[in-house]
């Protein structure tokens, strides 16, 4: 992962500590964009698999996102059934939705 500022070393475990952090309290978007860069020694893929599934849950739900639109709905089913979502990601995503749940769903400012 070479992203950041330049002549500031990346700390690449402090990025990825503080990213869960966030999703943890409802902001995703941070663990989504740089787990993609991450090999899969710095980030189990399917702890990442897992939080696209919380984050597209979210959006369809409406408590994220620009609303619905054919292309949202599609890449929302998309991610929900993907045939590449193993066992152990619908554990981690089922986990920390009992987990974190809660707490993302009121730093969103959504109603379940």
């Given amino acids: 992962m070479k992203v950041g500022c330049p002549g500031v070393p990346p700390d690449v475990a402090s990025a990825i500590t ?14 989504l964009s740089i787990g993609p860069r991450l090999s899969a020694s710095q980030m189990d893929p399917d702890e990442l698999s897992a939080w696209n599934v919380v984050h597209a849950s979210l959006e369809q739900q ?11 709905m599609k ?38």
């Fill in 18 to 31: 503080h990213a869960r952090e966030a999703a943890e309290r409802g902001t995703i978007d941070a663990l």
């Fill in 62 to 72: 409406e408590c994220i996102g620009n609303g619905f639109s054919v292309e949202s």
């Fill in 75 to 112: 890449a929302i089913t998309g991610t929900l059934t993907s045939s590449s979502i193993t066992e152990k990601t619908r554990t981690l995503a089922n986990q920390y939705w009992q987990e974190y749940g809660a707490q993302i769903i009121s730093s969103v400012g959504c109603t379940p």
